[in-house]
């Protein structure tokens, strides 16, 4: 089976660009998470999605980041425009059980995409 | 709210060397607890989790924490270090259905 997939796996771009990243969950999870890990720091929520919905969007920074799921499979975070704050790893992650049981709730984790903003 | 905190950004051993990682915590219910590695240029991958069951928890790899309330504590230990075990180690709590995590310790493994 295969696991979470994160692409690109490193992307550089300018201050002011867009960038889109995208994820693929595990095949039937309906949770998707994003995360983030900005250099030095500890590894902070983003969003969470159940199916196509967003369950709890309260770890975004700000308004130019944008995320979606559209179908309820894979999502895309975009940052627009991009700012040299935003540089760091962007992990997703997809679980199976989230409010339904919370001691079955096992994120499974892709390898994350690192966005360098210079 | 919840937070986590991992004593040492780094944490170098010997191999064949107990590997002791810290990790205390904070929340205002009772919590799950987690404890993910990352290799290089992989996912966080799940070592072990804590969900009330019991309070010594054995993982994989041969890893285990032990969970003290009275502590509010769940370090990670194993008993002898091997060169794989470098990597990075996460320490992660949840009330809910999303992660709080610590900022990590990365564990050094010399011959």
């Known amino acids: 089976e295969a696991g979470v997939t994160q692409f690109p796996s490193h992307s550089v771009i300018e201050k002011g660009q867009t960038v889109t990243l995208r994820c693929d969950p595990i095949?039937?999870?309906?949770?998707l998470y994003w995360y983030r890990r900005v250099m030095g720091k500890e590894i902070k929520f983003l969003l969470h999605?159940?199916?196509?919905?967003?369950?709890?969007e309260s770890g975004m920074p700000n308004n130019r980041f944008l995320a979606e799921r559209t179908g309820g499979t894979y999502s895309t975070l975009k940052v627009q425009p991009a700012e040299l704050e935003d540089s760091g790893v962007y992990f997703c992650?997809?679980?199976?059980?989230?409010?339904?049981?919370?001691?079955?709730?096992?994120?499974?984790f892709g390898a994350g995409t690192r966005l360098s903003v210079l | 709210a919840q937070s986590v905190t991992q004593l040492g950004s780094h944490v170098s051993v010997s191999e064949g060397a107990l590997v002791l990682l810290r990790c205390n915590y904070s929340s205002s219910v009772p919590p799950y607890l987690f404890w993910y590695v990352q290799y290089p240029n992989q996912g966080l991958q799940l070592l072990l989790k804590y969900t009330s069951a019991a309070t010594l928890v054995k993982g994989i790899n041969g890893f285990e924490a032990e969970f003290k309330k009275s502590e509010t504590s769940f370090h990670l230990t194993k008993p002898s270090a091997h060169m794989s075990d470098a990597a990075e180690y996460f320490c992660a709590v949840s009330v809910d259905s999303t992660l709080t995590f610590g900022k990590g310790t990365m564990l050094l493994v010399s011959p």
């Open positions: 095949s039937g999870h309906d949770n």
């Open positions: 999605f159940v199916k196509e919905s967003k369950q709890d």
């Open positions: 992650a997809s679980s199976q059980e989230a409010f339904r049981d919370l001691a079955k709730n096992i994120q499974y």
